[in-house]
């Protein structure tokens, strides 16, 4: 039997959030898929243990690495303790998929990346570690060095549906750990509650497709999948059953459906109410007369919602063409159903000007107005590989040649490059985009130099 060792390395450098009570939901569902096909597995959560305990526990036939921008530096070590010892290194997550080959081109301790879905690319590895006749090019969605080329296999995507249940009792995965977390951050204030958790239940994105979509998002799913009601129903009852859980964020970006919410309530009508309040996501087009209220009834107790900017020209430029006006009225239904908001802005878009800020510290003050804030999210520009501005970025030719080749980034540098190119706020503008990002901090009464969801 295989055994399997799936790691989650946390985000590093200046003015990143470390509240560490997200479980990592993808690695969750990887070790499940997993375990359900008989194989051993062990998450080793970077939110829990430190790099060097990691490195120490490393002993899995297989070690796989979650891999994002801003951890590529752990990652990169831990790649390379395994690969000491002769373990097979895989590199996937939503992240790695844009730079599979700049991974493999870039870093011989990794032995293949897995793109997209990593479930049955991951079990197929395990059975060929466990001596089964399985080459690599017959393994779906993998990334593979074949000589001195890397080879891309077919690329599949799963129905979430057939998928096994989320175990978070997985060797490793402690949940207890995350909500001592969460409370010794002091974020029971902001969310009320004591004992939170994460879950997602669909992926996919209907506005996000080829050629259109926010300009800022990297998501590699193509398509909208979905478990079913029933089986989302399910797992939100699982966690306040077995682990107590109070609250509950479902970071589905699709969430909000009003056939989606009739067919929850209809299961709390038969089976009994969730017990948790939930936190959304959610899309303002989406935000109803009708399904406000459903929200309400389900209950959601806040919905994080996409604002990016309060000027109209930059939310076109943006790949998000929205008025004002919409997004007020949708404030103004949550708020007259209850229901608070998490406004969430990106500070440095294309075509950012002085104005544009100013116009966009304003709107939020109108959202607030109609609307009880939980949370405010402040967030710098990332251009991410696999987003519409990274692609940007790439047409010039200095920034291929910066770039285009790598998949470990100086990520402050990379963000410098993007507004001094892509943002009219003249030679110092990324230091005023932090400049600004401090005071609209102080403002909504959150800390400087956190990096909030």
Known sequence: MARVQLVSVVAEGPGLQRDRWYAP????????????HGHSVEILDGQILCDDEIVSRLDGDIVGIGYFINSTHIADRVAAAAKAQGR???????????????ILRNNTNVDCVIRFDGERAMELLARRAEGEAISL???????????????????????????????????????????????????????????????????GCPRRGPGYGCSFCARIDMSVRSKTAKQAYDEYRYLVDEFSVDYICDDSDTWIRKEWLQDILDLMERHGEIGARFRVYGDVRDITEHTAPLLREVGVDAVLVGMESGDEGTLRINGKPMRNERMLKAADLLGKNGVKICDAYVL??????????????????????????????????????????WDQMMLREPFAAKYGDAYRFEVEELRRDYVDAFCRLGPNGYDRLLQIREELFVRDCVAAGEYLR
């Open 88 to 102: 097979t290194v895989v590199y996937g997550g939503q992240s790695a998929t844009p730079v599979a080959q700049q």
């Open 348 to 389: 440095g878009l294309m075509g950012e000007t002085e104005e544009t800020l100013l116009q966009t510290r304003a709107f939020a003050e109108k959202v607030h107005s109609l609307c009880e804030a939980q949370i405010t999210y402040w967030n710098l520009i990332l251009p991410l590989p696999g987003s519409p501005i």
């Open 137 to 203: 090019e017959a393994i779906p969605n993998l990334a593979y060095r074949d000589g001195d080329l890397i080879r891309l296999t077919e690329c599949e995507e799963l129905d979430l549906s057939t998928l096994p249940f989320p175990d978070r009792r997985l060797p490793g995965l402690d949940l207890e750990a995350h909500i001592r977390n969460f409370l010794e951050r002091g974020s029971e204030e902001k969310f009320g509650c004591l004992r939170p958790t994460n879950a997602y239940t669909r992926k």
């Open 25 to 36: 939901l993808g690695l969750v569902w990887v070790g499940s898929y997993l375990r359900a």
